[in-house]
């Protein structure tokens, strides 16, 4: 299989898991053993895709561009996977969390397989090609469910601790702006007290 093939594949194999998440009920184990698959299944297809197709597109001054947008779609649709993982599969919001996962994950795919692909397809021979098909295949054995597991995590505490920081600044924010409601609504009731005083 070349490596267009190869992710072609890759790609109709979460769409088939998103599928049976989509029909699967909220409650019991399969909700949970199908996204534990998912998030495998991508994690390990964005490593690989990394590792070894994308430093050609990178490469390429015409698809520069589409594959660093490419490379920060991986990165939100890591972060969604990992937030329907810490979220409770019978939560109503499971399911849109899934849904925006899915239309992201479709249109990266469509980019890959239609945009990229045309670009890339002129720039490797067939043998590069399936030889480039066999890497991705070797690089994704490499990266096992364990790793990529670990990966997810590591990648949403550094998120969680740019939200933390958020949210400080959020509290700071919000005193201060009361305080000033405060203030002002003093001053205003204060007015004719001052006056008064003043005279
Ligand atoms: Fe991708
Ligand atoms: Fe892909």
Known sequence: MDIF?????DHALCREIMEQMEESSPRGKTRERLLTKLADEF?????AEEAVFYPTVLDEKETRDAALEAIEEHHVLAMILQDLEGTATDDER??????VFR???????????????????DL????????MGK?????????????????RGAAVEADEEEEEEEEEEDI??????????????EDDDDLPDVEEEDE
């Open 5 to 9: 093939e190869t992710i072609r594949t």
């Open 103 to 121: 239309e992201i994950f479709e249109h990266h795919a469509e980019e890959e397989e239609e945009e990229i692909f045309d670009e890339v397809q």
């Open 135 to 151: 890497e991705f295949a070797q690089a994704k054995e490499k990266e096992t469910p364990k790793k990529a597991a670990t990966k």
């Open 172 to 185: 700071d924010e919000g005193p201060e702006e009361e305080e000033e409601y405060e203030e002002e609504d």
């Open 124 to 131: 490797l021979t067939e043998d590069e090609a399936d030889d």
């Open 94 to 99: 499971w399911l849109p969390k899934l849904v």
């Open 43 to 47: 994690t390990m297809h964005q490593e």
